[in-house]
């Protein structure tokens, strides 16, 4: 029943819309009017006015037909990363879809909008029986999922859903996802003439120091630090008195994300005091993690589902977050689906016409079961 041709056109059609995150703008209305025409109920939250993105979040319900069945809920998220402006898609020979390698794609998760799109658009044509679906489309998850984090949960009406949004081949299916724990550290030194540096405190040196002495990299199976970006400093003939870090850590245990938070900052701290500086620490959870037991209902539909259609239906724990990471903390089980993309926030990212077809089986077969 998918339509292929279809499908491939209007996913076509998407990574066309410029919708880089925080500039979604251009984009939502389109979709807005795309799921009306489809018979949904579409609602907008406040989510533009919360985070100064671009649009607000969709939330948009499809009716029952058969009031004895689940409600469930699909979501993807409509931005991209950078550069996500005039993409030219491209179909090759090997059966992939790419950009013209001067921007990303957007198949993260425009894929996951076209095969949305298509379902709804099969289940209209053939008056397919279903339960209650909603499909939540949200702003600025590129940019540490900002929109979910805005979404107004009261509009909310699900069991247990599925996000479209995994770098992992159709089929399998992610579970659980690391806490994300974000870091800026000021290191305030003292300022004077590198001729004399003795009447200086380099900044510089004591946020090396304090780097140098911090349990970094893979610090266990479930936890890992980083840090992304250290800033400060000017010309050659001053000690620097101020530098900015930025880092972060990332855990599957609540309690290790914690420690290695706790650790970083009293470095930071203890480091700059040794040398008779001052350190100011700050830290924010990004996005909280989640783990999903495979005896739980929304991981036996998606996965009965997968073996169904004959994939393969790996299970893991995934590194990092997503809209899910958000709604699984509004009591929604959620499990992450892998969508087939590949070399994601790449200029070289890619999708094949096969992977858009099989997610589109795959959604249609977890609407059918629930």
Not at 82 to 109: C, F, H, M, R, W
Request: net charge negative; aromatic share 6%.
């Amino acid at each position: 029943m998918i339509n292929q041709q279809r499908l491939i056109q209007t996913f076509l059609e998407l990574v066309q819309i410029d919708s880089e995150t925080g500039h979604e703008g251009r984009i939502q209305p389109i979709l807005k009017k795309k799921f009306e025409a489809l018979g949904l109920e579409v609602k907008e939250d406040n989510a533009k006015a919360l985070t100064n993105f671009g649009a607000n979040n969709l939330i948009c319900t499809l009716k029952a037909t058969e009031n004895n069945r689940d409600k469930i809920y699909f979501t993807a998220h409509m931005d991209t990363v950078e550069p996500g402006q005039n993409v030219k898609p491209i179909i090759k020979e090997d059966g992939y879809i790419y950009s013209d390698g001067t921007t990303v794609l957007g198949a993260d998760d425009k894929a996951g909008l076209a095969v949305i799109l298509e379902v709804l658009e099969v289940i209209r044509t053939h008056q397919l029986p279903h339960g209650q679906i909603q499909f939540v489309i949200t702003v600025g998850e590129e940019s540490g999922l900002v929109g979910a984090k805005a979404l107004d949960a009261s509009l909310l009406d699900s069991e247990y859903g599925f996000a479209l949004d995994a770098a992992v081949p159709v089929g399998d299916i992610t579970i659980g996802a690391p806490y994300q724990m974000k870091m800026h550290a000021e290191i305030h030194g003292k300022k004077a003439h590198a001729s004399t540096p003795k009447k200086g405190i380099s900044a510089i040196n004591i946020a090396a120091k304090a780097i140098s002495q911090m349990k970094l990299g893979q610090i266990d199976e479930e936890t890992t630090a980083n840090i992304g970006s250290f800033n400060g400093g000017g010309p050659t003939n001053v000690v620097t008195d101020l530098v900015h870090i930025w880092a972060e850590a990332r855990s599957h245990d609540e309690a290790k994300i914690n420690a290695q938070t706790a650790h970083m900052k009293e470095t930071f701290i203890n480091v700059a005091k040794h040398y008779h500086a001052q350190a100011q620490v700050e830290s924010e959870i990004s996005y909280p993690g989640f783990k999903i037991e495979e005896t739980e209902k929304v991981y036996q539909i998606a996965k009965e589902a997968s073996l169904a259609l004959g994939f393969e239906a790996h299970t893991s724990i995934g590194g990092g977050g997503s809209d899910g990471s958000i709604i699984n903390q509004f009591g929604i089980p959620t499990v992450i689906l892998g969508v087939g993309y590949e070399f994601i926030h790449t200029t070289e990212e890619r999708i094949s016409k096969q992977s858009l077809y099989d997610l589109a089986r795959y959604v249609m077969k977890i609407i059918e079961n629930a």
